[in-house]
């Protein structure tokens, strides 16, 4: 009984974020259904002392990632660089391979260590001008995005330094470039196969004459550049290089100028006990807001004529847009929290314990557990915190080398992780102005395909040894 109420919990909230209602809202009515039909008196004291907790803890954490990443991406609009660099990817790789230049950018910032939520940001003006001028349509943003930022640069290559490729290395005694012929082989499957669906969907929408769509029902659209003659594609460019290149810098720089931990005192009158900031924990985070601030200045600084004009109602439309997004998946990470406290949770972790090959074993263990919370991070840290032993030891026992359990276990998180109530998910249909019945085909696609290469990644190994 308990597991079916964690999966009606599940399945409702799937099916609302489907049809197009607000997570936020949902999202804990889901979560706290379901504790009302496992124990009813705990529903008022898991409210406040974990969803609320939780999702309070996430925007804590995360929300001025998410603002500064909508300023910066409203800013590269306003300032036609958007227009500009898409202009000059017309001319150099064509119009129809619009699709294959998103991709390509969304893995170049994600894999310099941009954060997944700031690329949405920051490349969606970019794809709405180059497929409205491709006449591709908008629907197929989403996948498009989603295949270049939540796939094979976010956990399959090797060096990658998203959370996801981080978390298995504390309980492996890996390195972040465990197992890179597996991981690479991966990432090209993934790559290719997902570039073969997307042009697909688009040779079909251009065989039944479906365009980009009308921009009088579309939302959201990017605000059309009025600031006269465009800027230089190179100098377009230096702001997203400024953030790759910051970021970077500043993730070495602050553990070398903070060491392990700071504090300070909150104020000056009476004793209050000083505040401890643990810098491991917080670095990646403080070097992401540095370098959007790096690259909101340096825009500022290349357009700063044109940005002026229509900075007031654009950073307006930011700010919303980064309280949705940020709003949407702290809620998903509160109703994950609840989910992971209740018995039913239990029985699904102990049933997919007795799967008897350890890869298999694992992966499944990882992406259904990432599918159910909604969180690919979460799932994975929930999965190795309950089994990594037993997954250690049943790989000792197969022979199998640990970087080869941690790519699996990294691949794995972000498979079924993106179902219709992730909140990465959310907010990129957020971001770009559709809903799931208008996109979402194509981000399942993506999902199955990440999904499959995990498998493709274990006969790898199984067939030809690849580490």
């Not at 504790?35 to 001025?64: E, I, R, S």
């Not at 070495?252 to 900031?277: C, E, K, R």
């Not at 940005?307 to 994950?336: C, R």
């Not at 090959?357 to 499944?364: H, K, M, T």
Request: proline share 5%; glycine share 10%.
């Amino acid at each position: 009984m308990s597991f079916l109420i964690v999966l009606a919990a599940l399945c409702f909230l799937m099916l609302v974020a489907y049809r197009g209602y607000s997570v936020i809202l949902f999202a804990p009515v889901a979560a706290l259904g379901a504790v009302l039909l496992t124990d009813p008196q705990l529903v008022a004291p898991m409210f406040t002392g974990l969803f609320m907790d939780k999702m309070v803890g996430f925007l804590k954490l995360y929300f001025p990632v998410f603002l500064l990443g909508a300023l910066f991406g409203k800013l590269i609009e306003l300032s036609g660089f958007s227009k500009a660099i898409v202009q000059a990817t017309i001319r150099v790789v064509g119009a129809q391979r619009a699709m294959l230049s998103i991709v390509l950018v969304c893995a170049l910032l994600t894999y310099g260590g941009v954060s997944l939520f700031v690329v949405v940001f920051a490349v969606y003006p970019f794809a709405a001008e180059l497929f409205r001028q491709g006449d591709i349509p908008k629907r197929l943003i989403p996948g498009t995005i989603a295949l270049g930022a939540f796939t094979f640069t976010m956990d399959a290559l090797p060096g990658t330094p998203q959370i996801q490729n981080i978390i298995p290395t504390t309980f492996f005694g890996t390195t972040t470039w465990a197992a890179p012929v597996l991981g690479t082989l991966g990432g090209v499957f993934i790559l290719i196969t997902g570039l073969a669906w997307l042009d697909w969907r688009r040779r079909v929408a251009a065989r039944n004459g479906e365009g980009y769509g009308d921009a009088a029902t579309l939302t959201n659209e990017p605000a059309a550049f009025t600031g006269g003659k465009l800027a230089h594609p190179l100098l377009a460019v230096l702001p997203l290089l400024v953030v790759g290149v910051a970021n970077k810098l500043l993730t070495l720089w602050i553990p070398l100028h903070y060491g392990d931990s700071t504090s300070f005192m909150p104020a000056v009158i009476g004793n209050p006990a000083p505040v401890v900031q643990d810098t491991s924990k917080l670095v990646a985070i403080w070097a992401v807001e540095g370098a959007l601030l790096a690259g909101i200045a340096c825009v500022l600084l290349l357009a700063w004529r044109p940005v002026k004009a229509g900075f007031s109602e654009g950073s307006k439309s930011a700010i919303g847009g980064a309280l949705l997004a940020g709003m949407n998946t702290a809620s998903e990470y509160g109703f994950g929290a609840v989910i992971a406290a209740l018995p039913g949770f239990l029985v699904v972790a102990q049933a997919l314990g007795s799967i008897p090959n350890p890869l298999v074993n694992e992966a499944v263990t990882v992406t259904a557990l990432a599918g159910i919370t909604g969180s690919a991070s979460g799932g994975m840290s929930i999965a190795l915190a309950a089994m990594a032993d037993t997954f250690i030891a049943n790989a000792h026992a197969a022979g199998i080398p640990m970087d080869v359990l941690h790519r699996v276990a990294a691949m794995a998180s972000g498979g079924m992780d993106t179902l219709p109530h992730n909140g990465a998910v959310i907010t990129l249909l957020a971001v770009t102005g559709l809903t799931h019945r208008q996109a979402y085909k194509d981000i399942f696609a993506i999902t199955c395909i990440k999904t499959l290469a995990v498998f493709v990644v274990i006969g790898l190994y199984y067939a030809f040894g690849l580490v």
